[in-house]
């Protein structure tokens, strides 16, 4: 459908007052209640929007069809299966074995945030932002783990950087093909030309390292830990004991200590090497590490489920030919009180015939452990760090010996084949996209009925991993959108503040066009921020004589560059469940950006074009 506005019906109406009625009122009233509860985190963001939206329902401002219908909302669906397909990449390890030489040097936060930040701004301002953000996210959170860093010190960086970078060309964001869609639909307005795609490198490039340096200088205080908030309690914390030995074809044999960054393993602590007779407790920087030796580290559980990875150059000797299955995972389990393991020690449980599990480490309350695990007698209470195979779930269904806690790692050996199938059908799946030959979403329904077929996802894995708060959240701003629009909030709103810019000029229309633009795209999101600001912006070129384009650059510019709030650019909300971040924290690092996108944008295109 064909998109046309009458020019001197919205020039005369443009200043008009609008009707206080009852929907009006209270739909404002309901928007400062969801902004003030987000913004306190007063009930969390699913039960607010939840409140919200059943206030607007109960009083028959919005209709349950116009509350539901974000379920049938495509992009809504997009997000969730974008989010499953970087689960199942994830899972098969893809990500660190595609992302593992770019970002392989990257040992400290900042040399991570300054690779990851340009790579991915890079490849955003040519490729569909959001995917690359669900390929990127399980490699981010994963480096975290293993470099004991908060996700949340990377994950917003992460979404940033894509937006960052998405609008630097036309292509780079859906949201500036919509603009450039309605700038098409308008042919018949003198002096209108479809957008090119640098014309967005103008303002995007410069924002690109501006957006970097500020990130990189402010981002690491800004942004919460939520590792120390969450993660202080003793249970999250066992420290364990466990012995690895050097491979024969280890890249770590010929190295010396120092040199081979045993030393510098996050969460992991060098206690003693033995070789042969010897024991050697106090271990030299300057000690050649041969194959054989026996490297005893002690440190967390997730620190030491890393060095069962392939790549690390050890093995542990307790696993025996457990490696060598498809699917292994590491796990806790704690023993009962009742069980009749106690006082037995593991050799006599045989452990691995009955269960198809290693144990590789034990914690005991505060003591450590060590030595030939198979002599130890087992104790109520003893927590086992288990390296299980893909039959231990099954085995334990009916066992009061011991129970489950936490699977700490998985490790899936895919098919070379399947991988290039998964990424490959990825890509495919955004290339036809961006030529209309088909949806993103049938592409990525297909992909995931080709990951079940490879077996490369499970359906019950696959439901366990979909954030239902995400999806719930998504919907209701969808409806308070709605019923913004509907009760005459948003164009009240948008009238109201370009009004007060106008008699600044041309440079204050700017201004205002940015910042109601950016505020509406904040929370009924950009696409229908677009919708309602894009002809106002238009009529207020040609009322003041002006070239359109830097209106229509504006618009697109604020709707895209969307930094202050989860729900209004995708890739926020892909972020914002996994870095368990709350609408506070977006306004902290966002509002900033969106000060200095605005100010750059207002510049630079007032150079070009007045």
């Not at 960052?164 to 060309?169: H, K, P």
């Not at 229309?509 to 109601?516: A, D, M, S």
């Not at 950009?526 to 919708?531: C, D, E, N």
């Not at 909300?573 to 509002?591: A, I, T």
Request: aromatic share 12%; charged share 15%.
């Amino acid at each position: 459908m064909r998109i046309f506005f009458h020019w001197n019906l919205w020039e005369n109406s443009l200043y008009d007052g609008c009707m206080i009625t009852f929907d009006l009122v209270l739909v404002v009233l309901v928007v400062i209640f969801i902004i003030v509860s987000l913004y306190m985190d007063l009930y969390g963001p699913a039960l607010t929007f939840v409140i919200g939206i059943a206030i607007l329902g109960i009083s028959g401002i919005l209709t349950p069809k116009e509350i539901l219908s974000g379920f049938a909302n495509e992009q809504v669906m997009v997000i969730i299966m974008l989010l499953l397909i970087g689960d199942t990449i994830r899972r098969t390890n893809v990500s660190e074995l595609l992302f593992g030489r770019v970002f392989s040097k990257s040992r400290t936060y900042k040399g991570f945030l300054t690779r990851m930040m340009l790579f991915v701004a890079g490849f955003s301002a040519f490729l569909n932002n959001t995917p690359l953000v669900a390929v990127m996210m399980p490699y981010v959170k994963l480096w975290s783990e293993k470099h004991n860093i908060s996700p949340s010190k990377l994950l917003m960086p992460l979404s940033y950087a894509a937006i960052l970078g998405g609008c630097a060309t036309l292509i780079g964001t859906s949201t500036n093909l919509i603009v450039n869609g309605l700038v098409v639909d308008q042919n018949i307005i003198p002096g209108i030309k479809p957008l090119n795609i640098f014309d967005f490198v103008y303002v995007g490039f410069p924002m690109i390292i501006i957006g970097f340096i500020y990130i990189y200088l402010f981002g690491n205080k800004v942004l919460p830990d939520k590792i120390a908030e969450e993660d202080t309690s003793t249970e999250n914390n066992r420290n364990y004991l466990v012995e690895t030995q050097v491979k024969k074809n280890s890249n770590l044999v010929g190295k010396t200590v120092g040199d081979s960054g045993l030393r510098n393993l996050y969460g992991l602590y060098l206690v003693e090497i033995r070789r042969q007779n010897r024991v050697l407790f106090v271990v030299s920087n300057n000690l050649l590490i041969e194959a054989g030796d026996l490297l005893v580290f002690a440190g967390d559980k997730a620190p030491i489920a890393d060095l069962m990875d392939a790549n690390s150059g050890l093995t542990i000797p307790s696993v025996g030919m457990l490696h060598r299955k498809k699917r292994t995972e590491v796990v806790e389990v704690v023993v009962s009180h009742n069980s009749m393991f106690i006082g037995k020690v593991l050799k006599q449980i045989n452990f691995r015939s009955r269960f198809d599990a290693a144990v590789i480490s034990i914690h005991r309350n505060q003591e450590r452990i060590s030595g030939e695990m198979n002599g130890v007698e087992i104790e109520a209470g003893d927590v086992l760090l288990l390296y299980a195979g893909d039959q231990f779930r099954e085995r334990i269904r009916n066992t009061q010996d011991f129970y489950l806690i936490s699977r700490i790692k998985e490790f899936s050996k895919v098919e070379t084949y399947k991988i290039v199938i998964l990424l490959g059908g990825l890509m495919l799946a955004i290339f036809l996209s961006a030529f209309q030959i088909i949806s993103l979403f049938m592409g990525l329904i297909i992909l995931l009925l080709v990951s079940f077929i490879l077996k490369l996802t499970n359906p019950k894995d696959l439901t366990m991993s979909i954030d239902y708060n995400l999806g719930l959240i998504i919907v209701m701003s969808l409806a308070l959108g709605i019923a913004m629009t509907k009760s005459g909030v948003a164009p009240m709103f948008a009238n109201f503040f370009i009004s007060i810019f106008t008699p600044l000029g041309k440079y204050g229309v700017l201004i205002g066009i940015f910042i109601v633009t950016s505020v509406l795209g904040a929370y009924i999101t950009g696409k229908a921020a677009v919708a309602l600001i894009f002809p106002i912006a238009l009529t207020m070129s040609l009322k003041l004589g002006l070239d359109p384009k830097p209106f229509i650059l504006t618009v697109a510019y604020a709707a895209a560059a969307n930094f202050i709030t989860p729900i209004g650019y995708q890739t926020n909300l892909m972020v914002y469940g996994p870095g368990n971040y709350s609408f506070k924290d977006f306004f902290r690092l966002g509002f900033p950006l969106t000060i200095m996108y605005m100010i750059v944008t207002v510049l630079v295109l007032s150079l070009l074009y007045f």
